[in-house]
C-alpha cells in the first residue's frame, strides 16, 4: 500500500514559507505529488527536500520552474499509473478531465488550476487537491490518495475553514476605513 498525498496551487512567493502542515503531510506520504504553480523555484526546492517528490507545472509558476518541470507528467504507483497535469480542461465541467486521463491512458489524473477541492470517478479516478494557500469557496486542502495494487481510491483533506478572499478583501477595507476614522 502507498500513501500518496497530492498537492496543487500553493502560489507562494520568493520568502514565503511552506506550512508547517503541508511539510509534515509530505513528511508523511509515500509520496508527494504537486500539480503545479508552487510560483517560486525556492518553493519547489522546498517541496523536493521533503523526500519522494513528483511534479509538473502550472500557468504561474516563474520561468526558472517552468524550465525545470514539464506540463504533463506519468507516475507508476505500484500497478497504477497515475496522470498528473497542471489545467486538465478549459471546460467548467469534468468531461476535458476525463477524456485527458483517457489520453494519457492513465487510472486516475491530477490536477490542479480550480483551486476547488475534488475526487470523482468517471470511470477513471479524477482528482483536484484545491488549495492549500488560496482556496476558491472551499476550505484550504490537499488530497490523500491510496494506491494498493491496482486499486486507487482518494479522498479530500481540509486543512481549515472555508475561505473566500472576497471577505478578507472586505475585511481589510473595513480595518483601513476604522483606521482613517481614528486618525482624522
Known amino acids: 500500500m502507498k500513501r500518496i498525498i497530492a498537492i496543487s496551487d500553493t502560489h ?19 509520496i508527494v505529488l504537486h500539480a503545479g504553480d508552487f510560483v517560486s523555484i525556492e ?6 527536500d521533503l523526500g519522494p517528490f513528483e511534479a509538473v507545472c ?4 516563474f520561468p526558472e520552474v517552468k524550465a525545470l518541470l514539464p506540463e504533463r507528467r506519468i507516475v507508476e504507483v505500484e500497478d497504477v499509473r497515475i496522470g498528473l497535469v497542471h489545467r486538465a480542461s478549459h471546460s467548467s465541467d469534468l468531461t476535458g478531465a476525463g477524456l485527458l486521463a483517457r489520453e494519457m491512458e492513465v487510472e486516475a489524473l491530477v490536477f490542479g488550476h480550480i483551486h476547488k ?7 477513471r479516478l479524477l482528482v483536484c487537491p484545491g488549495s492549500p494557500i488560496a482556496p476558491r469557496l472551499s ?3 490537499v488530497a490523500e490518495i491510496v494506491v494498493e495494487g491496482k486499486e486507487i481510491r482518494g479522498r479530500v483533506l481540509p486543512l481549515g475553514r472555508p475561505v473566500c478572499n472576497y471577505f478578507r478583501y472586505a475585511e481589510s477595507l473595513a480595518e483601513g476605513s476604522a483606521q482613517e476614522k481614528k486618525q482624522g
Open 12 to 30: 507562494l512567493e520568493e520568502g514565503s514559507r511552506v506550512p508547517k502542515i503541508l511539510v509534515d503531510l509530505a513528511k508523511g506520504a509515500d
Open 139 to 141: 476550505a484550504p486542502s
Open 58 to 61: 502550472g500557468n504561474s509558476d
Open 43 to 48: 518553493v519547489y526546492e522546498t517541496f523536493c
Open 117 to 123: 477541492p475534488l475526487v470523482e470517478r468517471s470511470p
